[in-house]
């Protein structure tokens, strides 16, 4: 490889001079004609629509342009299908030079570099299914092209052919694609993410663009650490999807959820269905309890020989397979317009995974639903994957908040889009959003009715105040009477506690919580220990608060 990148090394070009580049990229004048452009009539929307034919910017992407034109380090998180690859493409083209794109799977690249050439955009990718004369070609075209997008995986970075080659070539703008791999706290941490900070430090004076579908403001504060970038502008858009029901059933047994699932699919006749499972063998058992009677049926996960996985993903993008049961081996890169309902037979361990598996659906705009089936058992397949994981200290501390982060969301909160919106910061923020099960249970659009199961009654007596109940001993009854007022003003506390500190309802405590504090009405802190998922540090911080709104 380091032979290869020699050869394109332009003659007299200096290495890794950063002032010197610096001082270049100012004598070429890109900030005075970027002031030129801010002056002259829309010229953004012009470029957009002469070279990808689009007529207006979807909502964030000006915003990340600009600030990416405006060659400042930029943070950009906007959803699944939200339009993040033009927020370099488009700058790639304006600002000229070469544009790397780090991004890590070979599909996609090839799907970028496939969608830009139609769009008479030169763009190529450095990959091991290479052979040498495509590397070759890549680079020929790569010196003829005054801008030029060029996609490498984030492991090719490490290489000394590639830092050898990148200290001395034209690089104007460096895009890193899924960047919540840099962090530790993300849902999907990368060791050879974790080493692009190389790329700041061999050359400082390139701004960098990263961007993700799902990050908090955490995560977002560990990216711009590792990277070294500096002051970023951060914009958080696009993850309020009108189009998507979000719906989520609590069973209270495999049987109910496979009563549930069934149900839903029967009730999706027309397009794709998508359904996460937690392991690879409940995918297969899953797909095969579905396919007794519902056609074009099939599973996915990362146990099959890759010729295995190649012929499924071809025959779920052609149709072939319609319903495809899948851990999240299945999903980066996934681009189907036409996925009516997204199933999560099993909990996810995060919100961050949740939502960037159920951002799968609905993207064509049309109506879609995201089903999320769960069961007390979830709770125990992620502890055990926890406890069984290298992370230690801090790491391990997340993920469990994580994990009860993502429970307390399936157990309810106010509205699930603005949960949603609130806990990545996005914004756009929203009250109730009327499509929903928390804000409109009897929609049409809920593809699943609860299956009857009986729960037993909690304890009573003495025992029921010092032990704190089980999610599955709570009563299913509905609350009456009095019950049903305190509740309300339960959920008029959490609602005004929660948009005073800027975060989700669900995280101050669940719906099983607010129901819990209706029928046992405590009116101590210990009475108030035994109340379902309450425990001493919500209790410490609120605790008092929360029994003054109650006795008041």
């Known amino acids: 490889m380091g032979g290869l990148f020699s050869l394109v090394l332009r003659p007299g070009r200096p290495l890794g001079n950063a002032k010197r580049y610096s001082e270049g990229l100012r004598a070429l004048g890109f900030r005075s004609r970027l002031q030129a452009l801010s002056d002259a009539p829309s010229p953004l929307h012009g470029l957009l629509g002469q070279r990808f034919g689009l007529d207006v910017f979807r909502r964030g992407q000006r915003e990340i342009i600009e600030s990416v034109l405006s060659l400042r380090d930029t943070m950009a998180v906007m959803p699944t299908g939200g339009g993040k690859s033009l927020c370099y493409q488009l700058p790639g083209i304006q600002l000229g030079g070469v544009t790397l794109v780090i991004t890590p799977l070979i599909a996609l690249m090839r799907d970028q570099v496939a969608q830009m050439k139609r769009k008479g955009i030169a763009a190529g990718a450095l990959h091991s299914g290479q052979e040498m004369a495509d590397k070759r070609a890549v680079f020929r075209e790569m010196a003829l092209a005054p801008a030029f997008l060029l996609f490498v995986s984030p492991e090719r970075v490490q290489k000394d052919g590639f830092t050898t080659w990148f200290r001395g070539a034209n690089v104007r703008l460096i895009a890193i694609d899924e960047a919540h791999c840099l962090s530790q706290w993300g849902p999907d941490f990368r060791p050879d993410y974790y080493k692009l900070s190389l790329l700041r430090e061999l050359r400082p004076e390139i701004p960098i663009l990263a961007l993700t579908a799902t990050a908090t403001p955490r995560v977002l504060g560990d990216i711009s650490s590792r990277l070294g970038l500096r002051a970023p502008e951060r914009h958080v858009y696009g993850f309020y999807r009108p189009n998507l029901y979000y719906q989520v059933e609590t069973c209270a047994s495999e049987e109910d959820k496979d009563a549930l699932l069934r149900g839903a699919?029967?009730?999706?006749?027309?397009?794709?269905?998508?359904?996460?499972?937690?392991?690879?063998?409940?995918?297969?058992?899953?797909?095969?309890?579905?396919?007794?009677?519902?056609?074009?049926?099939?599973?996915?996960?990362?146990?099959?020989?890759?010729?295995e996985r190649k012929r499924v993903e071809g025959e779920f993008s052609s149709g072939t397979i319609r319903v495809l049961a899948a851990t999240n081996a299945f999903g980066m890169g996934i681009d189907h317009p036409d996925v009516r309902l997204v199933v999560h037979y099993q909990m996810p361990a995060t919100v961050e995974s949740y939502y960037q598996e159920i951002g799968r659906a609905g993207r064509d705009g049309l109506p879609s639903t995201c089903l999320l089936l769960y069961a007390k058992k979830d709770k125990g397949l992620h502890s055990y994957f926890i406890r069984t994981s290298d992370a230690e200290g801090d790491a391990l501390t997340y993920r469990w908040r994580a994990l009860d982060t993502m429970i307390q969301y399936a157990e309810g909160g106010e509205c699930r889009h603005a949960g949603i919106l609130t806990y990545f910061r996005d914004t756009q923020r929203l009250k109730r959003c009327g499509h929903c099960d928390v804000c409109d249970p009897s929609s049409p659009r809920k593809v699943a009715v609860p299956a009857p199961a009986l729960r037993p009654e909690p304890r009573v007596g003495p025992a029921s105040i010092r032990r704190k109940p089980r999610a599955d001993a709570l009563s299913s009854k509905p609350l009456e009477g009095l019950e049903k007022l305190r509740a309300e003003r339960i959920r008029e506390w959490r609602l005004e506690y929660a948009q005073e500190r800027d975060i989700p309802a669900f995280i101050v405590f669940s719906n099983k919580t607010v129901d819990d504090l209706a029928r046992r009405n405590p009116t101590t802190l210990e009475e108030l220990a035994a109340v379902y998922g309450l425990g001493e540090k919500k209790i410490e911080v609120f605790g008092a608060s929360l029994l003054k709104h109650l006795c008041g």
């Not at 063998?281 to 990362?302: N, T, W």
Request: charged fraction near 25%.
């Open 265 to 307: 699919v029967e009730a999706t006749p027309e397009g794709r269905v998508i359904i996460y499972c937690g392991t690879r063998k409940q995918c297969e058992a899953v797909s095969e309890a579905l396919g007794r009677g519902v056609p074009g049926v099939d599973f996915y996960h990362a146990g099959m020989s890759a010729e």
